[in-house]
T-cell receptor
């Protein structure tokens, strides 16, 4: 069974640009969550999508957005990039909603903003 | 605001020693998960505890969920260099995908 796949693995962007990250969940998982990981703040929850609807949202500015497609694949977008957006962005999928909150993570996308 | 306080933040020990990592909160969690993360990789799920007082063992790792489901601990017996990594606890408070993470414990086991 394939795991969670995130693309790309690495990205370098310039301040002011926008970026789109992609996540393919484990087959059968309908919940996809996104997290930002930085050395200073640890893992912080961005948002969760379930059946194409945003179900939860963390405390991030509106520059951070996402969506989910009918096949459960998800994308997150960050507009007007700032230096502080440099981080490891992690996607997790789970069977939540079916009595199981266990989250399985992808390898992450390392975003560097210069 | 729900918080998970994880301690210690850093731990450097010799091979063969025992250690315990703690995860504490004032909030009640419906379940708590422990992950291990290698540099540049995503966290890998080690265990999930659901019932207050539950104890689970994974080889030399023992996980415990507090009776009130507000805290958890991870105990490693006879640590080995292969145990080196970042250990994270994460709590779920509802039947959604949102997890609250502790700050993590960086463990270094020296041969």
């Amino acid at each position: 069974k394939a795991g969670v796949t995130q693309t790309p693995r690495y990205l370098i962007k310039t301040r002011g640009q926008q970026v789109t990250l992609s996540c393919s969940p484990i087959s059968g998982h309908r919940s996809v969550s996104w997290y930002q990981q930085t050395p200073g703040q640890g893992l912080q929850f961005l948002f969760e999508y379930f059946s194409e609807t945003q179900r939860n949202k963390g405390n991030f500015p509106g520059r951070f957005s996402g969506r989910q497609f009918s096949n459960s694949r998800s994308e997150m977008n960050v507009s007007t990039l700032e230096l502080g957006d440099s981080a490891l962005y992690l996607c997790a999928s789970s069977l939540v909603g079916q009595g199981n909150t266990e989250a399985f993570f992808g390898q992450g996308t390392r975003l560097t903003v210069v | 605001t729900q918080l998970l306080e994880q301690s210690p933040q850093f731990l450097s020990i010799q091979e063969g020693e025992n250690l315990t990592v703690y995860c504490n909160s004032s909030s009640v969690f419906s379940s708590l998960q422990w992950y291990r993360q290698e540099p540049g990789e995503g966290p890998v799920l080690l265990v999930t505890v659901v019932t207050g007082g539950e104890v689970k063992k994974l080889k030399r790792l023992t996980f415990q969920f507090g009776d009130a489901r507000k805290d958890s601990s991870l105990h490693i017996t006879a640590a080995q260099p292969g145990d080196t990594g970042l250990y994270l606890c994460a709590g779920a408070t509802s039947n959604t995908g949102k997890l609250i993470f502790g700050q993590g414990t960086t463990l270094q086991v020296k041969p």
